[in-house]
């Protein structure tokens, strides 16, 4: 009887299922955890790319929205300055002012050119500016060459030596640019 109670409580102690797949459950239970910690790495890679991702998107998003905001009224300033630029070719078609003239000559053209200070005042504390580039080099971005011509004495070729228009520009973007007569290199007087 002690033997058989010998072995039963063998058996009760440690089963013999249990003896043969100890050395199995680890390694199971190791590839599992190895399993299920790349699953975890492969999730938490996922989740920060997503998150860079919408991190961009606000970014672009709000630059998006600032723009737009910034330059909605583009249309509207192209044509604002032009009724800027027509103002100012209305001065420019008035007669010299001389010390003869009519006292009513005198407070018409005064009382344009303040209309036109209060105008570019207005338009410039919106964001508009305007840029008179005579006698800067001649920069594609902002002008607009109409013609050449052969380059005066001590002016360099490439240089606005006329302005026909200013250039005007909406928060530092290109509105409307300068048509311009630039100082040509080996231009002839006939061109």
């Known amino acids: ?9 063998n058996e009760h102690t440690t089963p013999p299922e249990a003896t043969e797949a100890q050395p199995q459950q680890p390694a199971d239970t190791l590839a599992r955890i190895a399993e299920l910690e790349a699953e975890v790495a492969q999730l938490k890679d ?3 790319r997503s998150e860079a991702e919408m991190q961009n998107l606000r970014t672009r998003t ?6 737009a905001r910034q330059y909605a009224v583009t249309k509207f300033a192209r044509d604002v300055v032009e009724a800027a630029e027509n103002l100012r070719r209305g001065l420019d ?14 407070k018409l ?18 964001g508009v500016a ?25 002016v360099a070729a490439g240089t606005v030596i006329q302005a ?15 048509m311009v007569v630039v100082a040509g290199e080996g231009v002839s007087e006939t061109a």
């Open 1 to 9: 009887m002690t033997m058989k109670n010998d072995h039963l409580m």
């Open 46 to 48: 996922r989740w920060l």
């Open 62 to 67: 709000k630059r998006e929205v600032d723009e």
């Open 93 to 106: 078609a008035l007669p010299a002012p001389q010390d003869d003239e009519p006292e009513l000559l005198a």
């Open 109 to 126: 053209r005064g009382g344009f050119e303040g209309v036109e200070r209060a105008f570019v005042s207005v338009l410039e504390r919106n």
């Open 130 to 154: 305007k840029h008179d580039p005579a006698g800067q080099p001649f920069d594609p971005e902002l002008h607009q060459a109409m013609a050449q011509q052969p380059p005066p004495e001590g």
């Open 164 to 178: 026909w228009t200013p250039a005007w520009t909406l928060n530092g973007r290109l509105l409307k640019p300068a």
